[in-house]
């Protein structure tokens, strides 16, 4: 009993601590230490809906807002399967957005919170673009 207990403790603890990075970008981005916002605030707040639900993904570890406008994923597997998965299940979910995977090399720096969402999505391809819809 205990154990199963201390079991779903964790179990919610690692949901709120990965919830923490979408809430945590958003709070940098609004609070101007990103520098002058690109959208309105209230655009932001739905990218939060956006990033909140891409946590759920099998494939996504942690998830971020950008100050551009996207979600910026640490995945699980960085294979290309795996990523190809994830992209098409994002897509499927938020048709408007665009998705960027962090990189190995990105990911073994040392990731900030002020690094992450000063990062573009600009140059990737959308998920309207992705989908053929023009």
């Known amino acids: 009993m205990r154990c199963g207990l201390a079991a779903l403790c964790l179990l919610l603890w690692a949901g709120a601590a990965h919830a923490e ?11 101007g230490s990103a520098g002058d916002l690109s959208q309105a605030p209230d655009s932001y707040r739905g990218l939060l809906k956006a990033c909140l639900a891409t946590l759920e993904l099998s494939n996504v570890k942690d998830a971020y807002v950008l100050k551009d ?16 998965g994830t992209l098409a299940k994002f897509c499927e979910a938020n048709p408007r957005r665009t998705l960027r995977f962090l990189n190995r090399k990105e990911a073994k720096s040392g990731l900030t919170t002020g690094l992450v969402v000063s990062l573009s999505s600009g140059g990737l391809a959308s998920c309207r673009e992705i989908r053929g819809e023009q």
């Open 21 to 31: 990075s979408c809430n945590r970008s958003l709070e940098y981005i609004l609070d």
């Open 69 to 84: 406008g996207g979600i910026a994923v640490l995945p699980r597997d960085f294979s290309v399967v795996a990523t190809a």
